[in-house]
């Protein structure tokens, strides 16, 4: 879950108040909390702002932080013999979580870099200080456990759709639910989430084309 009190401004490319804002449309966005709450929570929530090609974190760090992306993307991928294998991507109002580093307190297994310029929430795992929020935002809990629940279901259909489909039927269901992601991330990025190479990418998207 996360930690609201840790988070902390990075940057300027948005004033703060701006970047409170934002903050408060996302909160609203759940319909759960006053508006009072909303304001109050909004004051205890700062956002960082980061640049492309910034690494959230890498492979073998010790991570203990979550991140909710109210603008940008981001990319988790690991390295296998020294090739980038792309994960997961994540965008807008999407959670990236790893349940294991919060339990177990082990490294990261992965890395997590922007794709774009981002604004990202950074929560970290204090469970004192999130015991504190979530008294005075009962409200809160719920919203956390739905948004988890939610994220949590959609990665679980993701592998069983990713563990039954070929990469062709991949490629398809991301033209058909995501063309979001089909804009703004490159290719190779793409194949290598889909578990193709570039040049079967392209064999893919031609054999598409000439339906």
């Known amino acids: 879950m996360m930690n609201f009190m840790s988070i902390a401004l990075q940057n ?10 934002i903050v408060i449309d996302f909160i609203s966005n759940f319909g759960m909390l006053t508006s009072e709450e909303v304001e ?6 700062q956002v960082k702002q980061f640049k492309k090609g910034t690494y959230l974190y890498k ?13 940008g993307a981001l990319r988790e991928f690991v390295l296998v013999d020294g ?17 294991t580093c ?19 929430i950074v929560g970290n795992y204090d469970p004192v200080q999130e015991a504190e929020i979530y008294k005075k935002f009962p409200n809160l809990q719920e919203i956390t456990r739905m948004a988890t629940e939610q994220d949590f279901g959609k990665m679980q259909d993701f592998l069983s759709s ?20 089909l804009q703004r991330v490159p290719l190779h990025q793409i194949a290598s989430y889909i578990g193709v190479t570039p040049e079967s990418l392209s064999r893919i998207r031609k054999k598409i084309v000439s339906k």
Not at 12 to 21: D, G, I, M, V
Not at 83 to 95: A, D
């Open 12 to 21: 300027t490319e948005l004033s703060e108040k701006e970047l409170r804002q």
């Open 102 to 120: 919060h339990q177990y307190k082990n490294l990261a297994d992965s890395s997590l870099i922007c794709l774009e310029d981002s604004i990202v």
């Open 83 to 99: 090739v980038e294998k792309t994960i997961h991507f994540f965008f807008e109002y999407e959670s990236a979580v790893k349940f």
């Open 162 to 181: 990713f563990m039954t489909s070929t990469p062709t039927q991949r490629y398809e269901d991301l033209i058909a639910t995501r063309p979001d992601i």
């Open 59 to 71: 492979e073998g760090e010790n991570w203990d932080n979550c991140y909710c992306i109210l603008k």
């Open 40 to 45: 109050a929570l909004a004051d205890l929530i």
